[in-house]
């Protein structure tokens, strides 16, 4: 079970590879899981909303290299010639779904 679709998630978004698709499909089915244990009684379009900021914020920017700043990162700095990276987290760790303050607020459970 799912909230949203694949063409949900790519709509507005970007177009997404066959194997993302398939990605997209999975990474779906388990936002609903997580979205149903903060939020079962939300409105529908609501965990339509939140099941593809997820579900995007995993997928990224489709370039399948190295990003400057991991996925979830909410502040980050890099140097060049020293040799330094500093990154702070907002939400969960990289590569897992997570819920943000506001995705939580959406579906009434957050402050």
């Given at each position: 079970m799912s909230y949203a679709s694949v063409e949900e998630v790519a709509k507005g978004f970007r177009a997404l590879s066959p194997q993302?698709?398939?990605?997209?499909?999975?990474?779906?089915?388990?936002?609903?899981?997580?979205?149903?244990?903060?939020?079962?009684?939300?409105e529908e379009d609501r965990k339509k909303l939140v099941s593809c900021r997820m579900v995007r914020r995993q997928l990224g920017d489709g370039e399948g290299g190295v990003s400057l700043f991991p996925t979830g990162a909410s502040q980050g700095s890099a140097s060049a010639l020293g040799y330094?990276?500093?990154?702070?987290?907002?939400?969960?760790?990289?590569?897992?779904?997570?819920l943000s303050k506001l995705e939580k607020q959406l579906l009434g459970a957050g402050n």
């Open positions: 993302e698709e398939s990605l997209c499909q999975a990474l779906l089915e388990e936002a609903a899981v997580l979205i149903d244990a903060w939020g079962a009684g939300a330094s990276q500093t990154f702070s987290m907002s939400g969960g760790s990289v590569g897992e779904l997570y």
